[in-house]
């Protein structure tokens, strides 16, 4: 049987979600954005009610819930504002290696001071000479009796300047490459440890992200999350889940943008007439709901499977691949829909045209969601 309902409990969280969007973070999302603030309060008041670290076990103080639930709410947080979105999806992306790979004893001591308290935490992979090329990673973890020694730069890092906790990828074993990667919680405030918020951002301006430096930085060996030299697995199969989140944040971007397409086509007039009478603009209005239907229906197909423990890697590529290219493409009709009016700040539409961009590029850009989709497809 196939069921495309959602449970009353989905449709619960999606109703206080989406209250929780349209009254608190709508009023002030064109604001973050202009300003570039971190929403610290907004999401404390999010995380107070449930909102946030939804996957994270409820034993440790997350909300024990699945990705479609997780979804849904990201659709709804995104449809006010995609970079408080990412600002409080950052949590979820570090937490989830802890989640894969941390002992019982290290997720009670990691875990509930984010997702419990309300603490902020940052996934660090990416460096400057490694982004889609993971293993190209120059960060070292050397080994010195009963602490390993980091040293390296982590940049484009959410949350970095405001996290507590850091989830950091370095190499233990250079000459292993993927084989030689190992994981590490590392508290924030450790000595050694500089960040740096990285400057003007085009779009999801209200999240945070920093470079961070480690200078000699002493982890106890007691942080190495999981086995050393097994954590490339780890952040891959962190990817493979939380990027159908992307695709759910592609979702709200494009309903944002088509909603208030409808509402200006109805309200503009030329040639004696409201523009939603011309066939042309029907006709991209049609397809912007078109994209945007197809796109929720296989990021849920996507998080469904992912909560069922079904081999899911190809399909929450295709989620995010699909859900942010249709972000994109709806932002833009949306600002061409609106003419003139769609190019300035009063309008939205820029903001999620701007908004949307930054989802084809992290969390794998979609190029490399495309390789990992025809991997799946050749494979023997
Ligand atoms: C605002 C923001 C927030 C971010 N947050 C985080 C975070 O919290 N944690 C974190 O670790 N990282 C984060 N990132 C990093 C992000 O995941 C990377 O930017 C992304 O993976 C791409 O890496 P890159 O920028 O180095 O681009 P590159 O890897 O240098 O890619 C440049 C171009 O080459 C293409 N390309 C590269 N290799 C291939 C290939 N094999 N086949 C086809 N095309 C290819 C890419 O698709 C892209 O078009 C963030 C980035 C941004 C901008």
């Not at 790979?101 to 001591?109: F, I, T, Y």
């Amino acid at each position: 049987m196939i069921d495309f309902s959602l449970t009353d409990e989905q449709k619960a969280l999606q109703e206080l979600a989406r209250d929780f969007a349209q009254n608190e973070i709508v009023p002030v999302a064109t604001e973050l954005d202009r300003a570039g603030q971190f929403p610290r309060d907004l999401l404390k008041k999010a995380h107070k009610l449930g909102l946030l670290n939804l996957t994270i076990e409820d034993a440790y103080g997350g909300g024990g819930l699945g990705w479609l639930d997780s979804c849904i709410v990201g659709e709804e947080f995104a449809a006010a504002c995609a970079g408080f979105t990412t600002a409080a999806n950052a949590n979820e992306l570090a937490l989830t290696p802890l989640h894969l790979a941390a002992s019982e004893d290290q997720k009670k001591k990691f875990i509930p001071p984010i997702a419990k308290d309300g603490g902020f935490a940052a996934f660090c992979v990416t460096e400057p000479s490694a982004g889609s090329d993971v293993v190209g990673m120059r960060t070292r973890a050397l080994k010195s009796g009963n602490e390993y020694i980091l040293n390296g730069t982590k940049h484009f890092i959410t949350n970095g300047d405001v996290a507590d906790l850091l989830t950091v990828f370095a190499l233990t074993d250079p000459e292993k490459k993927h084989r030689g990667m190992s994981l590490f919680a590392v508290p924030a405030d450790l000595p050694g440890i500089t960040r740096r918020h990285m400057g003007e951002k085009m779009g999801h301006r209200a999240s945070d992200t920093a470079e961070i430096v480690f200078e000699d930085v002493h982890v106890p060996a007691a942080n190495l999350i999981g086995k050393e030299g097994d954590s490339f697995r780890v952040a891959m199969e962190t990817f493979d889940r939380t990027r159908i989140g992307i695709g759910a944040l592609g979702v709200g971007v494009a309903r944002a943008s088509l909603e208030a397409a409808v509402k200006f086509m109805k309200e503009r007039q030329q040639f004696g007439q409201p523009i939603a009478n011309f066939q042309g603009p029907q006709f991209m209005l049609a397809d912007m709901a078109i994209k945007i239907e197809t796109a929720r229906t296989y990021v849920y197909y996507a998080a469904w499977q992912v909560d069922r423990k079904m081999p899911y890697s190809y399909a929450t590529a295709i989620a995010k691949a699909y859900g942010s290219d249709v972000a994109m493409q709806v932002a833009t009709d949306a600002v061409q829909l609106l003419g003139g009016y769609g190019y300035y700040a009063e309008y939205k539409v820029e903001k999620y045209m701007r908004d949307a961009k930054l989802l084809q590029i992290y969390e794998g850009t979609n190029q490399i969601q495309r390789v990992v989709i025809a991997r799946a497809l050749l494979k023997d």
